[in-house]
């Protein structure tokens, strides 16, 4: 049997944590900078009137808190890599994308083993047939949904395009693009917020013009965060087995929605 790496193993191999601690100390120091640059009068997000987007019992002012919180919330992991050098970026992105890459294959490595085993549990014997196992046969069910949903996203890292100095940025900045695009901010003063906030962090990237945000940055941006959120919203339409129960189908659902945003993370 191949010798698969435990999770524990995996974590120990490729050490995620140090990034992940490194992206929640790098976002709480520089929160009040970020909350500073995006609230400020000048910015162009206080040129929209965005009243309309709510309930009209509910203040205008109340909700641009809430919009400058939810951009505030979705540059987390972009505040982070807009500190490292170009080199550091790509270094991280690698080592994050092997690390998630590598405990798919071996996830999907032990479904495989349990799932081509079909006498488990329930050997059988000439003339001697054995009740199924029901218990074994919900597990298997289960095992295959999860199969499938490993392949699935074993084809889409297989997929990505190769990481780049730029791929930490691009995807982390997707959901701060969607944010604005939802709230009706048009696609130039998207760009003169980003390129003003690369600005502000002294971003290692000399091309930071307009023109290449919008094509080295904007485009893969959102394409990344899109391709995620209708496979998120897939999730709920694979094909259950009828031997599951609801309660357990939406704790199935739940999981692999949080499952699939923190391997995409990267």
């Given amino acids: 049997m191949k010798n698969l790496l435990t999770t524990e193993q995996l974590r120990s191999k490729y050490n995620p944590d140090t990034v992940l601690q490194k992206i929640d100390l790098c ?27 709510i309930s009209f019992l509910e203040a205008e002012s109340n909700h641009k808190s809430q919009l ?3 951009l505030l919330s979705s540059l987390k992991d972009a505040t982070y890599f807009m500190l490292l050098s170009k080199k550091e970026r790509l270094k991280t992105t690698q080592k994050m994308r092997a690390f998630y890459s590598e405990l798919i294959n071996n996830y999907l490595e032990r479904v495989k083993i349990l799932t ?3 006498e488990l549990l329930s050997p059988k014997q000439i003339n001697d ?7 074994i046969v919900t597990v298997f069910n289960i095992l295959n949904v999860i199969k499938m949903d490993l392949e699935s996203e074993q084809k889409y890292r297989k997929n990505m395009p190769r990481a780049g100095h730029l791929t930490g940025l691009q995807i982390s900045l997707g959901k701060f693009f969607y944010n604005l ?11 003169t917020i980003v390129q003003n906030l690369f600005n502000s962090f002294n971003v290692d990237w000399e091309e930071r013009d307009r023109d290449n945000i919008k094509v080295s940055l904007q485009n893969p941006a959102v394409e990344y965060f899109y391709k995620t959120k ?9 094909h259950y087995p009828r031997s599951l129960n609801d309660k357990l189908i939406i704790s199935m659902v739940e999981q692999n929605i949080i499952f699939k945003k923190r391997i995409r993370r990267f």
């Fill in 68 to 70: 400058i919180n939810n």
């Fill in 27 to 53: 976002y709480k120091e520089n929160f009040n900078k970020i909350k500073s640059y995006i609230s400020d009068k000048n910015s162009p997000i206080h040129n929209y009137n965005i009243a309309h987007q």
């Fill in 116 to 118: 081509q085993d079909s």
């Fill in 181 to 191: 695009k939802s709230n009706g901010v048009n696609q130039k003063d998207q760009i």
């Fill in 230 to 238: 209708k496979d998120v919203q897939n999730i709920s339409n694979y």
């Fill in 129 to 135: 047939p054995i009740p199924k196992h029901e218990g």
